[in-house]
């Protein structure tokens, strides 16, 4: 089973930007899909991004798209996510999810995960 850990997490003011990381304690990062996904106070969790295992798919949650980049580092097994143009409605615990999928697929679901990290929150100011 692989462990994970996000950090980067904090305030910033809407417009600004912040990246998260996420590092997983694995000899086989390579293989994993990773994802990430936020809950805010009193809202079920939700997907924000997830990427496949070799990079070559990744997919986002319209709220997002065009504002928020998922990528990793296969040799780091760090996954990353940079967050651009954060809005108020960002606001939320950050986790990193990882699951075995097959090559090139992902996927936006959260019972699709079985690793996840403890969060990192993300607080976007008006």
């Known amino acids: 089973q692989v462990q994970l850990a996000e950090s980067g997490g904090g305030l910033v003011q809407a417009g600004g930007s912040l990246r998260l990381s996420c590092a997983a304690s694995?000899?086989?990062?390579?293989?994993?899909?990773m994802g990430w996904f936020r809950q805010a106070p009193g809202k079920d969790r939700e997907f924000v991004a997830a990427m496949s295992r070799n990079g070559g798919n990744a997919v986002y949650a319209d709220s997002v798209k065009g504002r928020f980049t998922i990528s990793r580092d296969n040799a780091k097994n760090t996954v990353y996510l940079q967050m651009n143009s954060l809005k108020p409605e960002d606001t939320a615990v950050y986790y990193c999810?990882?699951?075995?999928?097959?090559?090139?697929?992902?996927?936006?679901?959260?019972?699709?995960?079985?690793?996840w990290g403890q969060g990192t929150q993300v607080t976007v100011s008006s």
């Open positions: 999810a990882a699951d075995y999928f097959p090559k090139g697929t992902t996927c936006s679901l959260s019972g699709c995960y079985d690793a």
């Open positions: 694995t000899r086989t990062f390579s293989s994993w899909t």
